[in-house]
């Protein structure tokens, strides 16, 4: 069974970072590509980067270009987002979702519906 799990969220203050994880369970990525999204309160999910894990290039959405970087680790069947210069507004649950093949993108940014399997999120709060 596909399983994702991601790992890595907390509190941190404004300015900060921190690093995401994407773990699978029970199969391998080789063949997927693997989204990162996010869900504030209140706020519908939105779509961050993709990458396709086999290799490739990964794309960003304009809210997290040049702060947010995307990268795997083959051995370890993971995937990672490093987020810097964390602001108030990146307070959100990340997600992490899985896709065959290709990313698919809308408007530039990872296309929800298009991901078929979700990991539960991971909270991410900045706040001083």
């Known amino acids: 069974q596909l399983q994702l799990v991601e790992s890595g969220g907390g509190l941190v203050q404004p300015g900060g970072s921190l690093r995401l994880s994407c773990a699978a369970s029970?199969?391998?990525?080789?063949?997927?590509?693997i989204g990162w999204f996010r869900q504030a309160p209140g706020k519908e999910r939105e779509g961050l980067s993709c990458?396709?894990?086999?290799?490739?290039?990964?794309n960003y959405a304009n809210a997290v270009k040049g702060r947010f970087t995307m990268s795997r680790d083959i051995a370890k069947n993971t995937v990672y987002l490093q987020m810097n210069s964390l602001k108030p507004e990146d307070t959100a649950v990340y997600y992490c979702?899985?896709?065959?093949?290709?990313?698919?993108?809308?408007?530039?940014?990872?296309?929800?519906?298009?991901?078929?399997?979700w990991g539960q999120g991971t909270q991410v709060t900045v706040s001083s």
């Open positions: 979702a899985a896709r065959l093949e290709r990313c698919a993108y809308i408007n530039g940014a990872p296309a929800i519906a298009s991901f078929p399997s």
């Open positions: 029970g199969f391998r990525l080789d063949d997927y590509a």
């Open positions: 990458i396709i894990f086999s290799g490739g290039s990964t």
